[in-house]
């Protein structure tokens, strides 16, 4: 059974950070590209920030220079670090883990998100 459990978010001022994690199990992690992405009110789910299975990261330009995303293979952890958080980075964050298995097929699974708010 494939779990990927989110944790770390919370109510911050503008300004402020938060490092969210997400915890895997049921996978073989390592070989999964990770993503965290997030969804607003109102609007779609959109990709913040992937990191490939060699550790090659991919950010949204709303996030590029604020975010930094990581993992620990070892742990079955991705984290998102959040720095000089915005309002309009108030959303549920959801973590993915996503690969492409010999049949070309994607497997794709997602965690139960977790509620980001920035204000003051």
């Known amino acids: 059974q494939v779990q990927l459990v989110e944790s770390g978010g919370g109510l911050v001022q503008p300004g402020g950070s938060l490092r969210l994690s997400c915890a895997a199990s049921g996978i073989n992690f390592s070989i999964y590209t990770m993503g965290w992405y997030r969804q607003a009110p109102g609007k779609q789910r959109e990709l913040v920030a992937s990191?490939?299975?060699?550790?090659?990261?991919n950010y949204a330009d709303s996030v590029k220079g604020r975010f930094t995303i990581s993992r620990d293979n070892a742990k079955k952890a991705v984290y998102l670090q959040m720095n000089s958080l915005k309002p309009e980075d108030t959303a549920v964050y959801y973590c993915n883990a996503r690969r492409i298995n010999r049949l070309g097929q994607t497997l794709e699974y997602w965690g139960q998100g977790t509620q980001v708010t920035v204000s003051s």
């Open positions: 990191i490939t299975s060699s550790g090659l990261t």
